[in-house]
Nanobody
Framework: QVQLAESGGGLVQPGGSLRLSCAAS????????MGWFRQAPGKERVFVAA????????????YYADFAKGRFTASRDNGKSTAHLQMNSLNPEDAAVYYCAAASSLARLRGGQVDYWGQGTQVTISS
């Protein structure tokens, strides 16, 4: 059983930045791909980014949704089961509840076949 604890959501002005964090309860680095989804009101939950690494000494493999490329950066703390999502140049379309997710493979995660979900953190974009 893996528990995911998220932090870092909040209110930001258009063009601003936020950094989300997701801490896994176990050493998930070599077992799970970790990533982020988001769900805006009245819309489906969609994939945002995923990061996976073979071991804590390897460079991670990272994938982004098209809307996240160039603005969002996924990373992880070396030696820890904590993933981060740095979000820059935020616009009103980015407002949503952001969920951390873990799956047994990157392909499953990107396909929405998630094994574990975080509780979600609200990101609000407003001037």
């Amino acid at each position: 059983q893996v528990q995911l604890a998220e932090s870092g959501g909040g209110l930001v002005q258009p063009g601003g930045s936020l950094r989300l964090s997701c801490a896994a309860s176990v050493d998930a680095a070599a077992t799970y791909a970790m990533g982020w989804f988001r769900q805006a009101p009245g819309k489906e939950r969609v994939f945002v980014a995923a990061i996976t690494w073979r071991d804590r000494w390897s460079n991670p493999t990272i994938y982004y949704a098209d809307f996240a490329k160039g603005r969002f950066t996924a990373s992880r703390d070396n030696g820890k089961s904590t993933a981060h999502l740095q979000m820059n140049s935020l616009n009103p379309e980015d407002a949503a509840v952001y969920y951390c997710a873990a799956a047994s493979s990157l392909a499953r995660l990107r396909g929405g076949q998630v094994d574990y979900w975080g509780q979600g953190t609200q990101v609000t974009i407003s001037s």
